[in-house]
């Protein structure tokens, strides 16, 4: 029997890729009627493009997105603060890419359609419950065109990729509620803009106290003049916020202002948002840890077993590591119980510190160690505010927690 995904997202469509590889028959179900490049930027790092480029999407997604030089961190005064270098430029055997959160969805599916073959990624099913005996598991799903009731689907066992607001993970925690507020409310936006900086910079800006920015371009070379698609969020702390879909339109007059005098000689800011082709709000959010991810025949991955704040660009990633240990886990014993229990052993409280990690210590800490040092004033000296040590010191903690230190990379098989 086979492997019922539920959603076909990153985390979905990898494990879908991962287990054709493995030799272990699967189909995805996905509540969208088709795979559309909706919202919009995404980083995936080392350790998440090592396991895509095993699964032979290097080239496709090098075609689509930027291959991600370094990251930069300024102040609001855009003085720079800390600089270093990212994916195959820090020494990595594997890029970093900067991406359409849609392009690399698009990658994935395009080729596990041609690997597995278009009638195993089945579109417009919306899963809405599930049940188990001893030995398989049965999905229910309804329309999501008419909200008609579908044939249930039976499996050896299912797994719940689909996402934070994941039906399997409110069946198996009723009591759990919605998605926790972190008291950071984000626009969200893309705008065609001349390259800046080295035209593949990571930029993080300012502090969510008086509003942050992370800009970083996701598409090269969208006109004849060599611009590209830039993807930018502003970060600001405030209590208003909504709790709606990813694709939210939001409006510029309610974020600009903190940003109006962030004319640089590297970018302008304020006309760069201002010329935005699409603004989107989304609250800054994510759940407490689970105890439990495995469930007999039934377990969880990616955002619908993690959600984490995005201060860390590692939703999509640790999404492509569970990936990657499931379908591990799955061909290294036919016991499938046994398995999904190997595989919340291998990850969940691994997940559970970079959930905790986004929520304190972020890569961004740089931005708030020098905003509380400096009383947000520009300085004259950043080595009398901060030293070299102390920045690669917050940066290097946070890729341990995260697996993508070159240690823990090295260390996996
Ligand atoms: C539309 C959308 C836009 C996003 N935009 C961004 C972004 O701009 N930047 C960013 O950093 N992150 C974004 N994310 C989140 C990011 O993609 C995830 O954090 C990360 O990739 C983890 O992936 P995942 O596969 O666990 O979940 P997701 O990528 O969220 O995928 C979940 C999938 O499950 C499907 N689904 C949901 N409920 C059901 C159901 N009941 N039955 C069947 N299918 C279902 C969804 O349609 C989706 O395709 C977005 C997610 C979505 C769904």
């Not at 039906?167 to 800046?196: A, C, H």
């Not at 040092?373 to 901060?386: C, E, K, M, N």
């Amino acid at each position: 029997m086979d492997v019922i995904i539920v959603g076909a997202g990153i985390g979905g469509l990898t494990l879908g890729l991962a287990l054709y590889r493995a030799g272990i028959p699967c189909r995805i179900y996905e509540a969208a009627s088709a795979i559309e490049p909706i919202a919009v930027g995404i980083n995936v790092l080392p350790h998440a493009t090592r396991e895509l480029a095993e699964l032979g999407l290097e080239p496709a997604l090098a075609r689509v997105g930027v291959t991600t030089a370094e990251a930069c961190f300024f102040n609001r005064f855009g003085q720079l603060i800390y600089r270093e270098p990212l994916g195959r430029e820090a020494g990595y055997a594997w890029p970093q890419f900067s991406l359409h959160r849609g392009d690399l969805q698009q990658v994935l599916a395009d080729a596990f359609v041609r690997r597995a073959g278009a009638d195993h990624l089945i579109t417009g099913r919306r899963c809405v419950a599930f049940e188990q005996t001893a030995d398989r598991v049965t999905v229910h799903f309804e329309s999501a065109a008419t909200g008609a009731r579908l044939p249930p689907q039976h499996g050896a066992i299912a797994i719940a990729s689909d996402g934070i607001h994941s039906t399997i993970r409110k069946q198996l925690y009723p009591d759990e509620g919605e998605p926790i507020y972190s008291g950071y409310n984000m626009w969200r936006g893309v705008t065609r803009w001349p390259r800046f900086l080295s035209g593949a910079s990571m930029v993080r800006a300012g502090w969510l106290a008086t509003g942050k920015m992370v800009i970083y371009p996701i598409r090269n070379d969208i006109d004849y003049q060599g611009s590209q698609l830039v993807n930018w969020v502003a970060e600001i702390e405030t209590p208003r916020h909504e709790m709606r879909d990813w694709n939210r339109p939001g409006a510029l007059a309610d974020f600009v202002g903190a940003f109006k005098d962030w004319r640089f000689d590297w970018l302008d800011v304020p006309a760069m948002i201002g010329a935005a082709e699409v603004i989107l709000e989304f609250p800054m959010v994510d759940q407490d840890p689970l105890p439990r991810w495995s469930f007999g025949r039934v377990s969880l991955l990616g955002d619908a077993a993690h959600p984490m704040v995005p201060r860390g660009s590692n939703g999509a990633g640790q999404a492509i590591v569970d990936a990657r240990a499931l379908a591990d886990c799955l061909y290294a014993t036919e016991n499938r119980v046994a398995a999904l229990r190997a595989y919340e052993d291998m990850r969940r409280e691994a997940t559970a510190n970079v959930v905790r990690t986004n929520r304190t210590n972020p890569p961004d800490a740089i931005l708030r160690e020098v905003y509380l040092r400096t009383g947000d004033r520009p300085f004259d000296d950043i080595d009398a505010v901060i030293s070299r040590d102390e920045l690669v010191a917050i940066s290097e903690s946070y890729k341990r927690v995260a697996g993508y230190d070159h240690d823990t990379l090295a260390a996996r098989k």
